[in-house]
């Protein structure tokens, strides 16, 4: 493949090239990209920000991960952000610092991964800062979301006797990232083995390298008429998520090992790393599911809904925050760790 120095573009040149394929789509973007600031008009919305920073080397490696799906992880994990706020993601801002390394064509490829991922979610490209790095690649990004201030949902709403639902299967991209490694250091020595190891993995993989945000699952909640009474997005692992919604609520939560969701691929992958299923599920991370808890009065509502587990549900703060495991025991939840928990 053709390899373009970044020098022969110059910044103002590089930014050229990858911007000029990019046309607002949200009647919100009043000024893009071309002067200082962006110009975003969320009229009686609230306006929701949030930005992410993603360093070379502590958060990604890009021996084993495709830069386009690198650009498509970075934007979607801010995109899920807006969501967990229960809004509507409009605009995002990327700031790259490059090095050396890179040519024209990776920030191509990086720049797609953002592109992509924003034509799905409906998310418009609105500005950013480009510079050079002494210390390989990093990828800041912004997202602003709108929201009307009725529906805003935060950590700090739920209540005791609240019912704890999740969406889609946890672990996942944790037992991807475990299989990548092993695969990794398996390469170094016979490249046709390791591809091999990847088949009929295809799932965790893809939850790990190309995750999606929950924007369905905010539509149906809006559709079934269910106004969840905290969320926040599983990024750190359920356990952790489970603590910051406790706190911020003020309450404690019981959740119960046998209805946690896991897909049948994480399980055995979990098997044959001789790993603890549930201490995975607890404390993998980077699923982008959303974690939130409705009242009571809405278990009707929330029953058909496709995708969506109940996995416990809140109590007084005095009362713990605690997994129940399959023989009926009660395990204090922790935000990380690795003690294998008992069955
Ligand atoms: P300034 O000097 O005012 O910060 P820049 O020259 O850095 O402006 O950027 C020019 C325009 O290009 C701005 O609108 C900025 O938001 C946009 N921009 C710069 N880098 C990026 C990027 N990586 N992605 C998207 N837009 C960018
Ligand atoms: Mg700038």
Known sequence: MARTDISTLGEFGLIDHFTKAIHPQNASTKLGIGDDAAAIDHKSYRTLATTDILLEGVHFNLEYVPL???GYKAAVVNISDIYAMNGRPTSLLVALGISKRFSVEDIDELYSGIRLACSEYGVDIVGGDTTSSMTGL????????????ENLVTRS???????????GNLGAAYMGLQLLERERIAAYNNPDLAQKAFEGKEYILERQLKPEARKDII??????????????????????????????????????????????????????????????????????????TIAQQDYDKILPMQDVSLIGYMQKAEQGCNLITRSGAEIALKAQGFNAFEN
């Open 219 to 292: 539509e149906a909640l809006k559709t079934a008429g269910i106004k969840p009474t905290s969320m926040i997005d599983i990024s750190d692992g359920l356990s952790s998520e489970l603590l910051h919604l406790c706190k911020a609520s003020g309450t404690g939560c019981s959740v119960f090992a046998d209805k946690l969701p896991i897909d049948y691929e994480t399980a055995a992958m979990a098997e044959e790393m001789n790993m603890d299923i549930v201490t995975c599920v607890l404390n993998g991370g980077e699923d982008y599911e959303l974690l939130f």
């Open 138 to 149: 990093t990828i800041s990004i912004t997202c602003l979301g709108e929201v009307k201030q």
């Open 157 to 167: 709403g739920a209540k005791p006797n609240d019912i704890i639902c999740c969406t």
């Open 68 to 70: 386009k799906h690198l």
